[in-house]
């Protein structure tokens, strides 16, 4: 194991290990490598959070023996961890359901939570989720909060805004809960909602087998949601980062094919086939490749090997990048202060709360980190 | 918020290399690999993230990288609120149900002198628990009854006894609602208490009158086939589909529900043996369940024997495998074995459920061929 993309192909390579199970026998020779960074392995994978899937699919394989003892014993423990939290997840998900039922809403499931309940997965211990996301119309999002705080379910500090221009409602969490829950009322961050909201998903959701009581996405709106939400939002397209939770989503998703065109706006299309193509490279899965990714030049990819080469430099580039666009916002901020009063007793309200700062250090510490 | 990984909140026993650890604050087993039972310790004793790193990197002679992930991420994994959040989402699942007429579907059943008025919500409620206790059926009670009640909405069945609540299931976990309702009815049974039960397992038990073997699988894995399959070889029911465990003796209680068939094992059964020749009170198709019923006759003298058991088979049917047998490390058992059982409260038991875990042998069978199965289950009563 030369470097660290030799070791992304490797973890991409088992993630898909559905599509192409020919290649067990060459990941189990990989792994008996005297020179094999048992180490970088687990950190990676960690760094990812798709160790329990890992260690899903080495079982499932065959391949646990090829581990070496103490990294299939941390493995084995974080799977197990998983599984338990994500049953607990399940009937936090089912009591939130229940709520909403009894006040006329159908809940649509988002990314990790709509995985567990369409069960992407073969096993329930295998996707890592920190918090449960769901949508409804806007029609419906202040009751579906309320539904929620009766559950006991409470954001813990002081909104700062106009709660229904939010994306989604102040994440929400309780003591009674494993998880905390997001309720949105759009999918994805403002800019992109023209093409990608509430109406569209519902032209096509459906109710996952065996569940009438909520509903999921389309497979093409989830494949597309993982794109926007991971690549276009978090502005990972610009920095060449992915995850790897995010591409063994994506291998399940495919079920073994090319993806179906979706209602992409043509100018994110060069964006969406770059990704693509990487994924494809890295999980081995070829139908993912796209023509414009794979032969013309890609700044994302350009950004990827320099961020696997280069650590340190990825990490500066993307300090200085968030911490741009915090200035863009605070510029911005300030901006609607000088115009508009409302805008200005907020920034008052914001600057004189404690919690507000501590929110910002927060949010500085981690970025160091 | 309660300490849970507080020393004194949790006992532990090894099993092979791992550790099955108990939380007294919720009554639940966790399996923990050895390295994860130190973390837990270490944290159950104060220690900070950087000192049980340390720790565990010395102690088990890992790299440090290696430990520092696995502190990460059993943090990461919220064991605590994982606990926790297990007890305390009961208290707000009770829905009002009190203005529910309880006319429409009700049944009476009599098991010798205590008489149980039931009502269903709904005909996938009744079908699910009437065809089983069917038997007992009666036209009207004679006394004031016991008063069962099964409630259902979108999000799941809720359980009265009295009209108390008992319990709340979501549709995915309607097995675990079935045995809440068996364990209310054994207790009507035999007249006991929650205290005086050990256990309940999701199995079915036979006999040959010192021992008995359970067997347990996932529903439509094939455990009532085996079973019938060992009664046509002379072994005796001791229970179908809910097998219940006395205290301070973890012995077997008998419970004669009847028992429910696919048609087509039902065909298969046929060709294999004279199931006339069993000693079934009554057997019929059962339009509702869709499978063949049937039952053995109930005696006040079956309830007074009491069965030991050590061995525990996790069964399969698989069409393409005619058989395979496997032991499994007690570690991987109790992995099986944990979702199929419902133990009582309290440290003695949970005590009494280490003890006989680390006395009991658990196998796995796949099989199609009937007879193989039921040699290798024969030599376990040897």
């Known amino acids: ?369 | 918020m309660r300490k849970i990984f507080n020393q004194a909140n949790f006992r532990a026993r090894r099993v092979g290399k791992e550790y099955v650890v108990w939380f007294s604050a919720t009554n639940q087993f966790v399996l923990l690999q050895s390295t994860g039972y130190f973390i837990l310790k270490s944290f159950a004793k104060g220690m900070s993230m950087k000192r049980v790193t340390d720790d565990l990197a010395g102690r088990f002679g890992i790299n440090k990288r290696l430990a520092a992930i696995s502190v990460k991420t059993f943090k990461r994994s919220k064991l605590q609120l994982v606990l926790e959040a297990e007890e305390k989402m009961d208290i707000i699942t009770k829905s009002d149900y009190s203005k529910i007429g309880l006319e429409n579907l009700k049944h009476f059943y009599r098991i010798f002198h205590q008489e149980i008025s039931f009502f269903y919500q709904n005909e996938l409620l009744r079908h699910a628990i009437h065809p089983l206790i069917q038997q007992w059926e009666v036209a009207e009670p004679v006394n004031l009854p016991v008063e069962f009640a099964l409630f259902s909405d979108e999000a799941g069945v809720t359980f009265q006894k009295n009209k108390q609540f008992v319990g709340q299931w979501g549709h995915p976990h309607l097995d675990q609602m079935k045995g809440s309702v068996f364990f209310e009815l054994l207790n009507v049974l035999y007249n006991k208490g929650s205290d005086d039960w050990l256990m309940t397992m999701h199995a079915a038990a036979v006999t040959l009158g010192n021992k008995a073997v359970c067997f347990s699988a996932h529903a439509g894995g094939g455990k009532t086939t085996l079973s019938t399959l060992m009664q046509l070889a002379g072994y005796q029911l001791v229970s179908d589909d809910f097998v219940a465990f006395g205290y301070p003796d973890p012995l077997i209680h008998t419970f004669p529900v009847a028992m429910s068939i696919k048609q087509g094992a039902w065909q298969m059964l046929e060709r294999t043996a004279p199931v006339g020749s069993l000693s079934f009170q009554e057997r019929y198709f059962s339009q509702e369940k869709g499978t063949f019923v049937y039952h053995e006759p109930l005696h006040q003298a079956s309830l007074q024997r009491l069965y030991p058991s050590s061995d525990v088979v996790f069964v399969k049917y698989d069409k393409d495998v005619p058989f395979r047998w496997k032991q499994l490390s007690r570690a991987n058992g109790l992995r099986e074995l944990l979702p199929q059982v419902w133990l009582s409260p309290g440290p003695d038991k949970a005590e009494k459920f280490m003890e006989w875990v680390s006395k009991t042998r658990f196998y796995a069978l796949t099989y199609h061929d009937n007879e193989r199965a039921i040699e290798a289950i024969q030599r376990l009563f040897t």
């Open chain 1, 1 to 369: 194991m030369k470097n660290g993309h030799e070791m992304y192909r490797l973890i991409g390579r088992i993630l898909a290990l559905k599509w192409h199970p020919d290649q067990a026998l060459d990941i189990g020779r990989t792994f008996q490598e005297e020179t094999f960074d048992w180490p970088l392995f687990l950190e990676s994978g960690d760094k990812h959070l798709v160790l329990p899937t890992l260690y899903g699919q080495l079982k499932r394989y065959g391949l646990t023996k090829y581990i070496r003892e103490d990294c299939l014993d941390v493995m084995q423990q974080i799977f197990e961890l998983n599984k338990q939290r994500n049953e607990r997840i399940l009937v936090e998900i089912d009591q939130i359901t229940k709520a909403l039922h009894e006040r006329g809403i159908v809940p649509v499931f988002l990314k990790g939570a709509c995985y567990l309940v369409e069960i992407l997965y073969e096993d329930v211990g295998e996707r890592y989720l920190g918090d449960i996301d769901l949508l409804v119309s806007d029609v419906h999002y202040l009751t579906a909060v309320e539904a929620i705080k009766q559950l006991g379910y409470e954001y813990p500090n002081e909104i700062f805004g106009d709660v229904t221009r939010m994306k989604h409602y102040p994440r929400m969490a309780a003591d009674h809960a494993v998880a905390p829950v997001e309720i949105h009322r759009l999918p994805v961050v403002e800019k992109f909602s023209d093409w990608f909201n509430y109406e569209i998903i519902s032209r096509e959701m459906f109710a996952p087998t065996g569940r009438m009581d909520c509903r999921v996405p389309s497979i093409r709106h989830q494949v597309m949601l993982s794109f926007v939400h991971s690549q276009l939002c978090h502005a990972d397209h610009q920095m060449g980062l992915f995850s790897f939770r995010n591409v063994s989503d994506l291998a399940l998703l495919s079920h073994g094919n090319k993806f179906e065109p979706t209602t992409l706006p043509k100018r994110y299309l060069t964006k969406m086939n770059d990704y693509f193509s990487l994924v494809g490279e890295l999980a081995d899965l070829p139908y993912l490749k796209q023509p414009s990714g794979e032969d013309g030049f890609s700044w994302y990819r350009l950004h990827y090997r320099l961020n696997v080469r280069y650590k340190w430099l990825s990490k500066s580039i993307l300090l200085f990048f968030q911490l741009g666009k915090k200035v863009k916002s605070v510029l911005s901020t300030l901006f609607h202060g000088f115009q508009d009063a409302t805008a200005r007793r907020m920034i008052k309200k914001r600057v004189s709360s404690r919690n507000w700062w501590k929110d910002q250090v927060a949010w500085l510490k981690e970025l160091i980190r």
